[in-house]
């Protein structure tokens, strides 16, 4: 087998330790309002006895600092992210180019209809690809994430059963749902019941029977599901549902798997979420700013947020708010706008041929790896595969787990896959249809060369990493007592706790 390179990272000083008394990274004009009186603006219990100890440092060594740490920082662009359920592809600069534009970037939320005309057709063309790419109805765009999504979707689930005169209170999930789906039910004043998996990964259909009744709203599903698998079973699944009333949910999260080769609406979906991220490349949320739009059926648009940007029977654009059966409002102003430009822009730039080729090479691209690995990786769940797969590592005596794998792959460059979901001590693999197939090899050739490390030196792999700048960390205690005082990675007191101490 071909050796594969490590990365090697070296230590860099702190600010604090390069900077000196006087130095300066910018350069402020005079200023063109009279001067004021800290003590005159501030009201003195609230000013600081002494300056703050911030690092005084030139404008080239602060360049060069922030450089070499994101040269140490994992992130898309420099390193292969295999993160199952996550879809961490690359995101176009061409996105990024179209939503720095002047017109967008400098929009104002509060400005009147006849002046922003550009940004609601957009956003009106948004909506109707995506109802169309659902097979739905229509869209909202508003929630700000997927999880903001599947509670959106759920409040339009009640809102319709309560125009009914009903109120179901549970909700059926697959025990292999994303997490998000029993949470967004409790948030949603419903109780999550699980429904079982059969061997294959697919929804035991006699458990979803004895399950479902009149006081079942709705049924999550995720298909392609999290163990990788497409559940064929899904329009069996929409009519079990159906016959009692209750509505079809789909998380779709897994959308990069069956995009323009099949529509949630046209297997039985009464109501879906996207998530930008994973699907229309947009950024991946981390915490800050995504995008979680909600499609739904006919039957359940009158209940969908206000406002809705429509188009007039006179070609403009502009707000409705004309709906007396929706759920209100459910995001300020309409949700994150520059994170949808985004969306728009690659669905336009790939065309409807594009989004088809985007689902088979994912899928091409996770049953590749899988083929490569699976004499070495054992896999739990059989082929073929959708978008990513499962496999739960089994070196048996040499005490390697599956967050050791882990972490040795850092030392080759590439960021872990996710771990211990949906299956305790697995790793779950989603290539996406970005990546090259020399990046694929690379990645099957360091999951190989850790094979043979754990064949023949497992604690090679036990102590990984080896090449970063902190190593091995107490994860447990790291997170009950996290310390953030400034210490360097050898444990040893930097020039700023030093001088301090003294």
Excluded at 146 to 171: D, F, P, Q
Excluded at 274 to 289: A, D, Q, R
């Amino acid at each position: 087998m071909k050796t594969v390179p490590t990365m090697q990272q070296e230590d860099h000083p702190l600010l604090f330790e390069i900077g000196a008394p006087g130095l300066c990274a910018v350069s402020l004009p005079p200023s063109d309002v009279p001067p004021v009186k800290r003590s005159e603006a501030v009201p003195g219990e609230l000013l600081a006895d002494d300056p703050p100890a911030l690092p005084e440092v030139g404008e080239l060594d602060l360049v060069r600092h922030y450089k070499r740490l994101a040269h140490r920082c994992f992130n898309i662009d420099a390193n292969f992210y295999p993160l199952g359920s996550c879809t961490m592809k690359y995101n176009p600069r061409i996105n990024e180019r179209v939503a720095a534009m002047p017109g967008f970037i400098n929009l104002h939320p509060y400005q009147d209809e006849a002046d922003v005309q550009g940004i609601l057709e957009l956003l009106y063309r948004l909506r109707c690809d995506l109802a169309e790419i659902a097979g739905l109805a229509e869209t909202t765009l508003q929630p700000a994430a997927g999880a903001h999504g599947e509670m959106t979707g759920l409040m339009i689930i009640n809102a319709y059963h309560s125009s009914r005169g009903e109120h179901r209170s549970k909700v059926l999930t697959p025990d292999s749902a994303h997490g998000t789906n029993p949470a967004s039910c409790t948030i949603c004043g419903r109780r999550s019941i699980p429904v079982q998996s059969r061997k294959d990964g697919r929804v035991d259909l006699d458990d979803l029977r004895a399950k479902v009744d009149e006081d079942t709203a709705a049924f999550m599903i995720t298909n392609p599901n999290t163990v990788g698998v497409f559940d064929e079973q899904v329009a069996d699944i929409a009519q079990i549902i159906h016959a009692k009333g209750a509505q079809l949910y789909l998380d779709g999260a897994n959308m990069n798997a069956i995009l323009g080769i099949t529509r949630p609406g046209d297997f039985g979906v009464d109501c879906m979420h996207f998530n930008t991220h994973k699907t229309f490349s947009t950024p991946h949320g981390g915490g800050g700013p995504g995008a979680g739009p909600v499609a739904v059926a006919e039957h359940l648009r009158e209940f969908l947020p206000v406002p809705q940007v429509i188009r007039r029977h006179d070609g403009t654009f502009g707000w409705s708010s004309d709906r007396p059966k929706s759920i209100g409002k459910v995001r300020s102003f309409y949700g994150q706008v520059g994170v949808l430009v985004r969306a728009y822009t690659y669905i336009r730039a790939i065309g409807r041929e594009g989004l088809r080729d985007v689902a088979e090479k994912a899928v091409l691209a996770a049953n590749y790896v899988a083929a490569r690995l699976k004499d070495r990786y054992p896999m739990p769940f059989p082929p073929p595969y959708a978008h990513e797969f499962v496999t739960v590592p089994d070196f048996p005596g040499s005490g390697v787990s599956d967050i050791d794998i882990a972490k040795r792959l850092i030392d080759y460059g590439i960021h872990p896959p996710t771990m211990s979901f949906p299956v305790h001590h697995c790793l779950m693999i989603e290539p996406t249809e970005t990546e090259s197939p020399a990046t694929l090899d690379h990645f099957v050739e360091a999951m190989l060369a850790i094979a043979d490390e754990i064949e023949n030196d497992p604690k090679v792999v036990r102590t990984a990493p080896h090449t970063t700048p902190v190593r091995r960390l107490d994860e447990v205690t790291a997170s009950r007592k996290p310390n953030v005082r400034w210490r360097r990675c050898d444990g040893t007191a930097t020039a700023r706790e030093r001088s301090h101490s003294t």
